[in-house]
């Protein structure tokens, strides 16, 4: 699986807790592995990606907010705050991503999967992340 198919399917995941209890996520993440005809060993590497990154939920949501002028998780739409939690997960977390790449991919979920303005939205706060780093 390309890093492209693991990313699309990590964000589905994330995308889907924020639907479901702990409990019911599980059978429905079953469902859409079996559904996506995802072999066994690429689906664990998937759902051991979107746990790390579950459990990161708090600190990501920080400092997405501290980005995020006027705006709050909780006002986000579940499609970009899914997109935006990968994002800095990739970019601030794992080692094997550049920030760049991770922010590229971000913008290119945003154009497939968000609104209108997610792209734009995505980007900008991911600049000021960017810029609060360095």
């Given at each position: 699986?390309?890093?492209?198919?693991?990313?699309?399917?990590?964000?589905?995941?994330?995308?889907?807790?924020?639907?479901?209890?702990?409990?019911?996520?599980?059978?429905?993440?079953?469902?859409?592995?079996?559904?996506?005809?995802?072999?066994?060993?690429?689906?664990?590497?998937?759902?051991?990606?979107?746990?790390?990154?579950?459990a990161l939920f708090p600190?990501?949501?920080?400092?997405?907010?501290?980005?995020?002028?006027?705006?709050?998780?909780?006002?986000?739409?579940?499609?970009d705050l899914a997109i935006?939690?990968?994002?800095?997960?990739?970019?601030?977390?794992?080692?094997?991503?550049?920030?760049?790449?991770?922010?590229?991919?971000?913008?290119?979920?945003?154009k497939s999967y968000g609104?209108?303005?997610?792209?734009?939205?995505?980007?900008?706060?991911?600049?000021?992340?960017?810029?609060?780093?360095?």
């Open positions: 699986m390309t890093r492209r198919m693991m990313r699309t399917h990590v964000f589905n995941e994330l995308y889907f807790r924020s639907f479901y209890e702990s409990e019911d996520f599980d059978k429905q993440c079953s469902l859409y592995l079996d559904e996506e005809q995802i072999e066994p060993a690429d689906a664990a590497l998937l759902k051991e990606r979107a746990e790390k990154i579950a600190e990501l949501d920080a400092r997405i907010n501290s980005a995020a002028l006027g705006w709050t998780t909780e006002r986000m739409s579940r499609v935006l939690r990968l994002a800095v997960y990739e970019a601030f977390y794992d080692e094997d991503i550049p920030e760049k790449v991770a922010f590229n991919e971000a913008v290119e979920l945003a609104g209108d303005e997610s792209a734009a939205f995505i980007n900008g706060i991911l600049g000021k992340l960017s810029r609060e780093e360095r």
